[in-house]
């Protein structure tokens, strides 16, 4: 079993910068498949950014160029950077983790981008 951990949320104006980080547990992390997720309220959730295990990278057009995701396997971690943030980029954002069939998630760490 692998438990996710997000951490770096919080209040910013429009403009700035977060960097949020996903901690696992467990010694698998490697050979995970780990993305960025996020829910705006009354939005359907939506991938973010995406790293597999082999270093490809894939982005949401909306944050492309804004955000960037990097992994650091030495630390069982993944961080999204995230830089130029819009009022529409507000939203609950989590982990997901994926090994073949099985998928983790992390609780959501909230992000708000306000004035």
């Known amino acids: 079993q692998v438990q996710l951990v997000e951490s770096g949320g919080g209040l910013v104006q429009p403009g700035g910068s977060l960097r949020l980080s996903c901690t696992a547990s467990?010694?698998?992390?490697?050979?995970?498949?780990v993305g960025w997720y996020r829910r705006a309220p009354g939005k359907q959730r939506e991938m973010v950014a995406f790293i597999t295990s082999g270093g490809l990278i894939n982005y949401a057009s909306s944050v492309r160029g804004r955000f960037a995701i990097t992994r650091d396997n030495a630390k069982n971690s993944v961080y999204l950077q995230m830089n130029s943030l819009k009022p529409e980029d507000t939203a609950v954002y989590y982990c997901?983790?994926?090994?073949?069939?099985?998928?983790?998630w992390g609780q959501g760490t909230q992000v708000t981008v306000s004035s």
């Open positions: 997901r983790a994926t090994r073949g069939y099985n998928v983790y």
């Open positions: 467990g010694n698998i992390f490697s050979t995970l498949a």
